[in-house]
């Protein structure tokens, strides 16, 4: 076999990838179907889409990659396509706002798992290379990482997705826009043809987009404002918060997505039912109630200085399941602990699964308290 890419071996690795390209097709819908099922728990609004790559679109890729030495030297054997080639099958995330990238890259690492021995996901932000960085007029923004399904999710006709990965791209919905037309426009062509009118009209645009991003931004806030005032109307005029949803509004428009500074910003979204049991459980319904029992010192000492404690109890003794996440209402349920979770833990389960999440976090923090 040849030592390198040639016309030949390129035809053969389009080939080869063209025979999978069902198996690849199954692995993009399967990671589409996680994302948008995730993103809608974590109310983040975003659109997510996927392809496999076409057979002439690889074909032209690799036929450029042979005059390329450096890339052309990685290349021995047609299955060395699953390899090089990353986006082969990929997926985007576009979210409504900018703010929310980081946000979909760090719940991608959650779900998913990386490749092996690439255990940073091969996390790139491109407007910080020295490609993009470098030129003034290139307003490319996205974050790309390479995913894989963790073993959890290799089961039933997902089994033959072990050594597969794909490419994540994650930007702004406007940013897209630019992304899109700049890649048409200038990647696949010859940006030292592209006329003055052209050149200014993509600069003008990429302009647009940024002041774009903030006017969204404003009226997604103002929205959640005006909700959130109609929503603290209807809280007041019943008196008591029953609902897990509700709660989770309540919480946000109260402490602030950045409850503590130089620290992650608070999901109040992600492990909100078992906190909402709790407090109901306990009477603590009213938000008067509420906020006096979740004072800023209550929380910021659990953070701080219980919850280290408490980790390395966790995971000194084996707890794996059901794991406290400090940046979701689990902060807010563990700090109940202190107080009830003697009462917490007395709380009756029934049926056959695990014990739900606020009885089993009482339970270990009583077994907590007696290592103590």
């Excluded at 010192?297 to 966790?314: A, C, G, H």
Aim: with cysteine.
């Amino acid at each position: 076999m040849t030592e390198m890419l040639d016309q030949s071996l390129a035809e053969a690795c389009t080939n080869e990838c063209h025979r999978s390209f069902d198996r690849l097709l199954k692995l993009q819908l399967r990671i589409v179907d996680k994302l948008e099922s995730e993103l809608r728990e974590r109310k983040i609004m975003a659109r997510v889409s996927g392809r496999v790559k076409g057979r002439e679109s690889l074909r032209a890729k690799l036929l450029k990659w042979v005059n390329d030495e450096e890339k052309a030297k990685l290349f021995s054997d047609p299955r060395d396509v699953f390899k090089y080639v990353g986006d082969l099958a990929a997926v985007r995330v576009m979210t409504y706002v900018e703010q929310d990238r980081e946000r979909v890259a760090n719940i991608a690492k959650e779900i998913f798992t990386h490749r092996l021995g690439r255990e940073d996901f091969e996390y790139e932000v491109k407007e910080s290379s020295p490609r993009v960085k470098s030129d003034d007029a290139n307003y490319y923004r996205a974050t790309h990482m390479q995913i894989c399904l963790k073993e959890a999710d290799l089961t039933g006709h997902s089994d033959n997705l072990a050594d597969d990965h794909c490419e994540l791209q994650i930007t702004s919905m406007l940013a897209h826009v630019w992304n899109e037309i700049e890649h048409d426009i200038v990647y696949k062509g010859d940006r030292t043809q592209l006329s003055t009118d052209e050149l200014s009209a993509l600069e003008s645009l990429g302009l647009l987009t940024k002041t774009g991003d903030n006017i969204i931004v404003n009226l997604m806030n103002a929205n959640a404002r005006r909700v959130m005032e109609q929503h603290t109307k209807l809280v007041h005029a019943s008196k008591e918060m029953l609902d897990a949803d509700a709660l989770s509004s309540f919480l946000e428009g109260h402490y602030g997505t950045k409850l503590f500074s130089h620290s992650q910003a608070i999901d109040y979204w992600k492990n909100n039912e078992p906190l909402s049991l709790a407090l109901r459980h306990l009477g603590i319904t009213h938000p008067h109630d509420i906020t006096s029992t979740f004072t800023p010192s209550r929380l910021y000492e659990m953070r701080k200085t219980e919850w280290p404690l408490f980790k390395r109890f966790l995971e000194r003794n084996g707890y794996e399941r059901q794991t406290p996440d400090i940046n979701s209402c689990d902060l807010f349920l563990l700090s109940l602990m202190p107080e009830n979770s003697a009462t917490l833990a007395a709380f009756p389960h029934t049926g056959m699964g695990p014990k739900p999440r606020q009885i089993a976090f009482a339970h270990r923090w009583e077994a907590f308290l007696s290592s103590r």
